[in-house]
């Protein structure tokens, strides 16, 4: 067991260019998660999966944010046309289906927009 | 909507002494609680969580929380602090039917500890 794993850890980009991060969670894990977490907050909320069915994307900031998990298995997060006010730690985070479950998170990718 | 809440932002203790972090959750039914601890750059560990059954569960590092539905509460305690317990504390709430649905977490608190 190798833990969630995400690259980039870090990420500096300018305004206006597309960011894409990766996120690999534990292999048996078929739920995977996406969080942002702004400085001095909490993880919140951004989609998920069930192996590659994305069950929800409301939640999504902007329809400049996208996610896909082709496989089943990592996932990918897109942001076009990066804001300032992107920038933040995200977090990816996997679980098993099922059950009485706990999410397992990665180390994040600090994304900041210059 | 399901919302926590944490208190305090910043809870300061001397080395040794003991530690309450305070959480109160907002939900319908009975909610999936959880406790995460975040050092600084990196991911979230599970400290604990509870279900269902004894409101009063244990989990890693010697902390343990006990859940308390007619106050809406899951307080984390330590009895004992260790400098190594300096970080950033996140309760969070998730529904009861599923444990493996997005979470809603507080703002979190940062402990600080001092010799």
């Known amino acids: 067991d190798t833990g969630v794993s995400q690259n980039p850890r870090h990420k500096i980009t300018k305004r206006g260019q597309n960011v894409t991060f990766r996120c690999d969670p534990i292999?048996?894990?078929?739920?995977l998660y996406w969080y942002r977490q702004t400085l001095g907050q909490g993880p919140e909320f951004l989609t998920y999966?069930?192996?590659?069915?994305?069950?929800?994307k409301s939640r999504l900031l902007s329809d400049r944010f996208s996610a896909e998990r082709p496989k089943g298995s990592f996932s990918t997060l897109e942001i076009q046309r990066t804001e300032q006010g992107d920038s933040a730690m995200y977090l990816c985070?996997?679980?098993?289906?099922?059950?009485?479950?706990?999410?397992?998170f990665g180390p994040g990718t600090r994304l900041t927009v210059t | 909507a399901q919302s926590v809440t944490q208190p305090d932002i910043h809870i300061t203790v001397s080395e040794g002494a003991s530690l309450e972090l305070r959480c109160n959750y907002s939900y319908g039914a009975t909610p999936y609680l959880f406790w995460y601890v975040q050092s600084p750059g990196q991911g979230l560990q599970l400290l604990l969580k509870?279900?269902?059954?004894?409101?009063l569960v244990q989990g890693i590092k010697g902390f343990e929380a006990e859940f308390k539905r007619s106050q809406s509460s899951f307080n984390l305690r330590k009895p004992s602090v260790h400098w190594s317990d300096a970080a950033e504390y996140f309760c969070a709430v998730g529904p009861n039917y599923s444990g493996n649905t997005p979470l809603v977490f507080g703002k979190g608190t940062r402990l600080s500890v001092i010799a």
């Open positions: 985070a996997s679980s098993p289906s099922g059950g009485n479950h706990e999410q397992y």
């Open positions: 999966f069930q192996n590659e069915a994305q069950l929800e």
């Open positions: 509870y279900f269902s059954g004894d409101t």
């Open positions: 292999s048996e894990h078929n739920r």
